[in-house]
Each structure stands twice: as structure tokens, then as C-alpha cells.
């Protein structure tokens, strides 16, 4: 399993006399495009939700998003919450997290605001190409971004830093959001329920998470299941109706 070849991972540059990892100029960048591209297909449609609304709705996302995402990546390592830090919550984040906690800032925002219209369908593919963009970014750290599979013998193995053939989870999730893309695309002239392809954005994905996160060196925080499994079946049962909804419409299908 060990390579006697030096592996080229992390990726990194120099500034002032510092290391820094890309991965920084990617999170930046995948917010900047997913902005551009959440503007880009607004000019396309007719929002029936007000801009001033919108605006309300997008601040409960980043703010729901920002605890989300530290909250579960804390407990993917439970033994951290015992000797818990400022500075360990806030460079803590995954975007399972974040997904998970702009979800309810959303709901919560709409419920104060008394918005009742499905709001998510338009960030489907900006959420989709971020997500990519910024996957670039944690393939560039190897294993210093703990998306790392574990080790194999698999065709696909890598080194990604420590001389072990591992999977490397975030070329899998990049091949499986261009996947996303092309589903999506396809739907896009098809009439659905509005808010049924950000339903089907979150289901798709964590249903993704949920099965990718058996081949990564996850820890256990209940029942042997890890934070993110446990974010994904809460997700399930959350949008239970819609899973039953569509099966039911897919089996019905000729």
C-alpha cells in the first residue's frame, strides 16, 4: 500500500514568506460564481417572491449555513466537544452542515417574514457548481482537508499525502455533482411542483454523503453512524412525502 514515489499533495503557495493552501481561493471563488449564477438564472424567470424577500431569505441561509456547518463538523469528531474552543467551532465546517442549517435559517426566515412559496428551486445549479468549485479546492489539500477515503487497492486509489492509496472522495463527489448537472438540466423544461428540484437536490446529495461516508475514516456518534449519516437520515424523514411522492411517480412511468 505505501509508494516510494513523493506525492505532489497538498497544493500549495507562497505569500510573504507563508504556505497557504488553494483551497482558500476556491471556497472564495465557489461563493462568487455560485452568487453570479444564482443572479444569472433570476434574470430568466419570474420570481414571485419580492427582492427585499429574497434578500431575507438568502441572510437566513448564510447565517443557518455558518452555525450548520460548524456544528456537524464538530461532531464528526465527538471527542472534541469535551475540550470545545472558539477557535476549533470556527475553523470547523462541512457543507452537509451548512446544507443542513440553511435549510431551517431558510424556514425560519420565511416563517417570520410569512413567506409560504417553495424558495429553493433557483439555487439548484449555482449550489451545484460552488459545490464543485469547491470540492477542486479540498482535492488540492489532500489529506489535510479530512475528505479523504479510506485506504484501497481500487483502481482509483491515490496517494493524497501520507504514501497510502486512498479513495479520493472528492473527485468521486466532483464526477457526481457533474452527474447532478446534467439530471437537472434535463428536468429543466419539465413541469414539476416548485421547490421539488431543490427537494430532489437534497435528497440526491445526501443520499450521496450518506453511502460515500462508509468508505471514509469516519467517527462513530451514535449507533455506529457518524454526523453526516445522521444529518442524511434526518433529511430523509424531513422530506419523506416528497421521497414517496416520487417513487411513487417514477415506478408509475411506462
Known sequence: MLLKSASPFPFQFELFGE???Y???FETLAFIVGVR??????KGIS???SDENRLWIMLGAMVGALIGSRVIAVLETPEVVHHLTFSVLYQSKTIIGGLLGGLFGVELIKKIIGVNIASGDIYVIPILVALIIGRIGCFSMGIDEPTYGIPTYFFSGMDLGDGILRHP???YEIVYLLLLILLFNSLKNKTLINGDRFKLLMVLYFLFRFLIEFIKPYHSLFL???SIHWSALFIFIYYYRFIIR???KIAAKP
Open 169 to 171: 472522495i472528492m473527485l
Open 23 to 25: 483551497h482558500y481561493i
Open 246 to 248: 416520487i417513487s411513487k
Open 37 to 42: 449564477l444564482y443572479y444569472y438564472y433570476k
Open 224 to 226: 455506529n453512524l457518524s
Open 47 to 49: 420570481d414571485p417572491i
Open 19 to 21: 504556505q497557504y493552501h
